[in-house]
Nanobody, 115 residues
């Protein structure tokens, strides 16, 4: 069993910053990659950023240069640093922890960017 808990969402003005955290616990010895997805109202869920077990990172074009995904292996935590936030970044952000035997999701955290 794997537990995934996100934190760090909130309300911020355009141009501001937030840092999201994704903490994993349980049977997490075989993590292949961790992803941050987001879903805005009325839109499909999209991949915002991803980090592999080897440290390779990938970003959606819409967040490149503004978002940074990183990890702290000692804390089993992945972070998403979001800078220069825009109103269009408003969404529910969810963390997905992928292992060899499945993918586990957190409950999601709301990010709202006001103009």
């Amino acid at each position: 069993q794997v537990q995934v808990v996100e934190s760090g969402g909130g309300l911020v003005q355009a141009g501001g910053s937030l840092r999201l955290s994704c903490a994993a616990s349980g049977s997490i010895r075989s993590i292949t990659h961790v992803s941050w997805y987001r879903q805005a109202p009325g839109k499909q869920r999209e991949l915002a950023a991803q980090i592999t077990s080897g440290g390779t990172t990938n970003y959606a074009d819409s967040v490149k240069g503004r978002f940074t995904i990183s990890r702290d292996n000692a804390k089993n935590t992945v972070y998403l640093q979001m800078n220069s936030l825009k109103p269009e970044d408003t969404a529910v952000y969810s963390c997905a922890v992928s292992l060899y035997f499945g993918t586990y999701w957190g409950q999601g955290t709301q990010v709202t960017v006001s103009s």
